[in-house]
Each structure stands twice: as structure tokens, then as C-alpha cells.
């Protein structure tokens, strides 16, 4: 399976953007796994956002997202969503999302088939 990451831009601070992340080939071959959203700022390290199964309900979220950051799932468009709100100077990374094999207490192990990132950056 592949990954694309769009939706990225400039958005001010307070304001909101919707990520999308699209999967390409096989993706009966995730339909147990999840999908989720990471991203990495300049100078640091990478960190979970969100992610979503991508059969059943089940979400998982990032201490960055939580109250803010809702994720979804189309199924028949192959897309996962991030919807971002009350956007802040800190969210400025490239976002990226992958397929999640494992899940334990709410933390993402195991990524792989990463996607090319989109930049987002928060302008003040």
C-alpha cells in the first residue's frame, strides 16, 4: 500500500486546516492495521498525532491533539482526515502519515509505508 499526505499550507494562529492522507494499491492488506498521522518539526523529534483503524471506530490520539485534532476515515475514498482547529505556532511541522500495524495503550508501533509529508506551518 501507498501513502500521500496533502492538505498542508499556512494557516494563522486560532485558524484550521484539514489534512488528508490517501492509500493507493493494496489497501485490503491494512484492513487490520491503522493509519496515522506524525509529524516533525525542525530540530525535533517525531511525534504521534493521531491515528485511525481502518476497519472499526477506534481512535487514538497524541497528547498534541487531544481537544484540538479530530481524525476520520472514508473508507470508500481510501482517505484518512486530519482536521486541525485552534492551530498554534507549536503545530508548525511536516505532517506525515503511515499504516500503524500495532497499537498498545494508545501508542503507534511498528509504521511503515510512509507517506511523503506536507508542510504546515502556523503564521501569529
Known amino acids: 500500500v501507498q501513502l500521500q499526505a496533502s492538505g498542508g499550507g499556512v494557516a494563522q494562529a486560532g485558524g484550521s486546516l484539514r489534512l488528508s492522507c490517501a492509500a493507493s494499491?493494496?489497501?485490503?492488506?491494512?484492513?487490520?492495521?491503522?493509519v496515522g498521522w506524525f509529524r516533525q518539526a525542525p530540530g525535533k523529534e517525531r511525534e504521534f498525532v493521531a491515528a485511525?483503524?481502518?476497519?472499526?471506530?477506534?481512535?487514538y490520539y497524541g497528547d498534541c491533539a487531544k481537544g484540538r485534532f479530530t481524525i476520520s476515515r472514508d473508507n470508500a475514498l481510501n482517505t484518512v482526515y486530519l482536521q486541525m482547529t485552534g492551530l498554534e505556532r507549536e503545530d508548525t511541522a511536516v505532517y506525515s502519515c503511515?499504516?500503524?500495524?500495532?497499537?498498545?495503550?494508545?501508542?503507534?508501533?511498528?509504521?511503515?509505508?510512509w507517506g511523503k509529508g506536507t508542510q504546515v506551518t502556523v503564521s501569529s
Open positions: 494499491g493494496r489497501t485490503s492488506s491494512i484492513s487490520s492495521y491503522a
Open positions: 485511525v483503524r481502518w476497519s472499526g471506530i477506534s481512535a
Open positions: 503511515a499504516v500503524v500495524p500495532t497499537i498498545i495503550d494508545g501508542r503507534p508501533y511498528g509504521m511503515n509505508s
